[in-house]
C-alpha cells in the first residue's frame, strides 16, 4: 500500500483480505466489525503513527523464511478483537490499543 493508502468498509463490516506476492507496508486497514487477513512476505507499518488495522479477528502471515511483522522500532498498530500471526526469523512487532486475545482466528473469507 502507498504511504497513506486507506482500505475502508467500516461501514459495512465486511472482510478485507490482502495476499501479495512481495512485502506489504500497511497504511490504514479499517473494517470495524468485520476480519482482515493480511499476507506477504514481510508486513510492516509505513510509519505514518496511526492505527494500522481496525477489525473483529486479524490473521497475519509473514510468508518469507527470513519475513518478519512490523519491527522493534516500528510495531503494526492493531485495533483487533483477537490475532492470529505467523512469520519468519524477522519476529512479529504488534501494539494493541486496547488488549487483544491471541487465539486461532476463523476462516476470513471475502465475496
Known amino acids: 500500500m502507498a504511504t497513506g493508502a486507506e482500505l475502508n ?5 465486511t472482510s478485507i483480505r490482502v495476499a501479495a506476492g512481495g512485502s506489504v507496508s500497511l497504511g490504514t486497514i479499517d473494517a470495524d466489525l468485520g ?10 507499518d509505513s510509519g505514518l503513527g496511526e492505527t ?3 477489525a473483529s479477528n486479524l490473521r497475519l ?10 519491527t522493534g522500532a516500528n510495531a503494526v498498530d492493531v485495533l483487533v478483537v483477537t490475532v492470529s500471526a505467523r512469520s ?24
Open 61 to 70: 502471515d509473514a510468508t518469507a523464511v527470513t519475513g518478519g511483522i512490523g
Open 52 to 54: 494500522d488495522v481496525v
Open 88 to 111: 519468519g526469523t524477522g519476529g512479529i512487532y504488534l501494539s494493541e490499543m486496547t488488549g487483544v486475545a491471541v487465539d486461532t482466528t476463523p476462516v476470513i473469507s471475502v465475496n
Open 9 to 13: 468498509t467500516a461501514a459495512v463490516d
Open 35 to 44: 476480519d482482515v487477513s493480511i499476507s506477504g512476505t514481510t508486513i510492516t
